[in-house]
């Protein structure tokens, strides 16, 4: 009797390590995997080759072209949902085709790859169209797109192809545009200096803009809502695209810059 207790339980004493020892096993090849999953991505970098809008087959084409048209004339071809002159091309350039980095805006050819992602700002996950909508309330100081309307439709169909063969949640290294970081404290006469004699050719003495060139504040530019109004964003971004095409500013030119221009009253955005 005793014995044979003694014997059950020393089975289940060793079933309980067995199992413990298999689950560590478990959670470490899991840990190894996930380990050997992020080495490929980066041992495997990807692909920036875009396709053409032209090339999208028949049955999609329709779609993708809307959102293509959307990205360059905004305000032609959502109108009812956009509120000043600017179009999402003036900081996506080229309808958000080219690579991003020097002379290249903010490249969007794989985002659709990135989402639903996690979002600080919004304390959780969130899709592409509400992230479409965000740059719609924010920096087109209009009106969100209904998620089934063929507007929002077009547009995700249109990221959706130019990231073609991308892989999900894959690292896209020219996704995103990173925060000039500097300890350098800007001083808004020399960004005066730096928009007089090199910005205020195209983007107009005024900054309200020209025919060549959108506006860097007032109404019609981006709100107060935006992230181009962050100082590390804007500058990143003049820094990295402006004068446009041949961008040479120093950091400290670009912040200088970036305070000047943030000096300036744009359109509220009320949320
Ligand atoms: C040669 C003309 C030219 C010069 C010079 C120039 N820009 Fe631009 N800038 C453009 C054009 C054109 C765009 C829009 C690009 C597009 O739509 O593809 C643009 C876009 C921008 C944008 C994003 C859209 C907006 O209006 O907010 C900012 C910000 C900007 N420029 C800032 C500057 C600053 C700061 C300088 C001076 C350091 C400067 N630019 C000099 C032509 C110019
Ligand atoms: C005044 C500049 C500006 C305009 C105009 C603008 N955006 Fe943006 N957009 C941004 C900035 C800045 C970001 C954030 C980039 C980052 O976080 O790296 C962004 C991010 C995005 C993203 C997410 C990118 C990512 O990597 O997650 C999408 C999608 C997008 N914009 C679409 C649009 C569309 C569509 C329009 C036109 C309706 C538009 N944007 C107009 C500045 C602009």
Redesign the pocket.
Known sequence: MRKRAILVMGMSILTIVSALIIEDVNVRSAEAQSRGSQAKTYSAPVKYDPPSREEAPPNIREAVITGYNIMNHTRHYAGEYDGNV??C???H??EGSYRGGKNG?ISLVGVNTQYPKYSKEAGGVIDLASRINACFERNMNGKPLPPDSKLMVGLIAYFQWISKGLPAYGKIPWLGLKELRSAYRPNVDSGFT??KT??A???GGDGM?TK?????WGNE??SDGSQ?TNIGT?AA??HN?????VAN?TKK?AID??AF?LSHPRAHYPK
């Open positions: 600017m179009n091309s003036n900081c350039f080229k805006g730096v928009f090199i910005c050719t195209c983007h803009g060549i060139a959108p506006p860097l530019s981006f181009m804007l971004f003049v695209n402006m004068p446009y095409r500013l030119q810059v970036a221009i």
